[in-house]
């Protein structure tokens, strides 16, 4: 029903700046779902980067430190991640995802690198 689709993941050195897209398939339930990033290094658990609610309440974790940004807009069915400040240990697989109630959609996810 929900396709996600991100883009922008790309090797960095530490200190750029990166924009990660997602894209939704059309829906009229776009402005229902819940919008987040998440993040994945090989051998731990996804965690969360930041999300968005439908009333573009917006949370981060931690280690964000105001560093990134999430947005969103229902028009164009789509949310993004500004990230600055970079620092090696934001590297990971960042995924989008969309949630409202029970239902939950995962996109395929975009590797960022950051070098050091």
């Known amino acids: 029903q929900v396709q996600l689709v991100e883009s922008g993941g790309e090797l960095v050195q530490s200190g750029g700046s990166l924009r990660l897209t997602c894209a939704a398939s059309?829906?009229?339930?776009?402005?229902?779902?819940?919008m987040g990033w998440y993040r994945q290094v090989p051998g731990k658990e996804r965690e969360l980067v930041a999300q968005?609610?439908?009333?573009?309440?917006?949370k981060y974790a931690d280690f964000v430190e105001g560093r990134f940004t999430i947005s969103r807009d229902n028009d164009k069915e789509s949310i993004w991640l500004q990230m600055d400040s970079l620092k090696p240990e934001d590297t990971a697989v960042y995924f989008c995802q969309a949630h409202w109630g029970l239902r939950t959609y995962w996109g395929q996810g975009t590797q960022v690198t950051v070098s050091s």
């Open positions: 059309r829906t009229l339930s776009f402005t229902m779902f819940a």
């Open positions: 968005i609610s439908k009333d573009f309440i917006t």
